[in-house]
């Protein structure tokens, strides 16, 4: 299951880093923004919209704009959550305290990061 996971020692703070400039849409209880600029990464907290987030609190954060293949061979999992319950979902990589997924809806391909203290559990589909 380590190896279906695709681990990588990346924390969603490094991960988030790589995308400054760029758009994200985040997403928490009771709460999705519309898509902004990531401003800034710092040690604990991002700055979106010239808003300061902390990443571990959201259910989950869009990245937006990043070129991903429909063909992309991840596999496929169920991912069940504290927020949205259970979703089909191709996994890109498992992080420190973050799992990347890439879900397919309306014809739209989506790249998330997901907090692992908001992922109850992963099924193989």
């Not at 990588?8 to 009771?30: C, D, F, P, Y």
């Amino acid at each position: 299951m380590a190896n279906l996971l695709n681990q990588v020692n990346i924390t969603l703070m490094k991960r988030l880093s790589q995308h400054v400039g760029l758009s994200v849409r985040l997403k928490a209880e009771g709460a999705l923004s519309e898509p902004g600029l990531l401003e800034h990464v710092g040690k604990q907290f991002i700055r979106v919209r010239g808003q300061y987030v902390v990443p571990s609190s959201m259910h989950q954060i869009s990245l937006l704009g990043v070129g991903i293949k429909p063909d992309f061979r991840g596999p496929s999992m169920r991912v069940r959550t504290i927020a949205d319950g259970s979703f089909p979902t191709k996994i890109s990589c498992t992080g420190e305290d973050f799992i990347e997924a890439i879900i397919e809806q309306d014809d739209k391909i989506e790249l998330i990061l997901i907090p692992l203290n908001k992922i109850i559990s992963l099924e193989g589909a």
